[in-house]
Nanobody
Framework: EVQLVESGGGLVQAGGSLRLSCATS????????IGWFRQAPGKEREGVSC????????SYAASVKGRFAISSDNAKNTVYLQMNSLKPEDTAVYYC????????????????WGQGTQVTVSS
């Protein structure tokens, strides 16, 4: 099972930026997809972005497209989520998760999860 550790969360004003990191214990070139999800209080966990480590293909939720950017550093076994133009509605606990092969928005498809990192955007 892949181990994942998120970092980089914090408190930022609206319009500001944060970069989240997801360090993994295993990062095979052939075939993991690393997804970022978030969960706000009282709401369901939702997909934010995903990257397929083998070819760098990415996916974004409509709510973050154009503001967030996902990237990976295969040498460091780390995936990043650069979050710009943050809004109060981006406030949530952010989780990274791993699954084999292809990106998916289905939470059930991910078999490894990090512990989460809190992102708070003040207005």
């Amino acid at each position: 099972e892949v181990q994942l550790v998120e970092s980089g969360g914090g408190l930022v004003q609206a319009g500001g930026s944060l970069r989240l990191s997801c360090a993994t214990s295993e990062f095979t070139f052939d075939g993991h997809a690393i997804g970022w999800f978030r969960q706000a209080p009282g709401k369901e966990r939702e997909g934010v972005s995903c990257i397929r480590t083998s070819d760098g293909s990415t996916s974004y939720a409509a709510s973050v497209k154009g503001r967030f950017a996902i990237s990976s550093d295969n040498a460091k076994n780390t995936v990043y989520l650069q979050m710009n133009s943050l809004k109060p509605e981006d406030t949530a606990v952010y989780y990274c998760a791993a699954k084999t092969r292809f990106c998916s928005w289905l939470i059930q498809g991910y078999n490894s999860w990090g512990q989460g990192t809190q992102v708070t955007v003040s207005s």
